[in-house]
């Protein structure tokens, strides 16, 4: 089983439309989960930290449910700027420092 | 602009040259890392410095060697390499050793190699 876990895609959604994405890790002693965001040709960049409560930033939602080992991102009223593979990171367990990459979720938002 | 700078953007070698690639950050961070990405893969962790003292190495292959003379630069070492370590190598730097857990790792814009 592949440490962090995401749907490739690629989601192809409307502008405006919401859009959810998923991840599963294995660890379940993970403490730090992220989202990134990487463009095409491009390096990633951190999009939010994803804590335990949930947090908001604009359009974008993440939540965290340890139980399940899942993380979500929903994005609402997309727009053609999202489009972008949105990588799910972890952080491992005996290093603070080392994060677990997922191989990313393609978003493609059209007019 | 996230203060982490990549030389060069694109570099093609042939199998038998040795080239280097360099990162610096201007974040003053304490960490700095080399990922490596290949199509359709996950990144992939290889190297890991903190406070100049490298703490991780990911069972990366000898042909690769890492090089940090200070917490500012990061370099990678490439000789013989193989058609197959084509790949896009990212540098990131963090500034570790908060108590906050993982600190955010910001990306250069990465060095896109190809081997012959």
Known sequence: RKEVEQDPGPFNVPEGATVAFNCTYSNSASQSFFWYRQDCRKEPKLLMSVYSSGNEDGRFTAQLNRASQYISLLIRDSKLSDSATYLCVVNEVDSSYKLIFGSGTRLLVRP | ?116
């Open chain 2, 1 to 116: 602009e996230t203060g982490v700078t990549q030389t060069p953007r694109h570099l093609v070698m042939g199998m038998t040259n040795k080239k280097s690639l360099k990162c610096e950050q201007h974040l003053g961070h304490n960490a700095m890392y080399w990922y490596k990405q290949s199509a359709k893969k996950p990144l992939e962790l290889m190297f890991v410095y903190n406070f100049k003292e490298q703490t991780e190495n990911n069972s990366v292959p000898s042909r690769f060697s890492p090089e940090c003379p200070n917490s500012s630069h990061l370099f990678l070492h490439l000789h013989t390499l193989q058609p197959e370590d084509s790949a896009l190598y990212l540098c990131a730097s963090s500034q570790e050793g908060s108590g906050q857990g993982t600190d955010t790792q910001y990306f250069g814009p990465g060095t896109r190699l190809t081997v012959l």
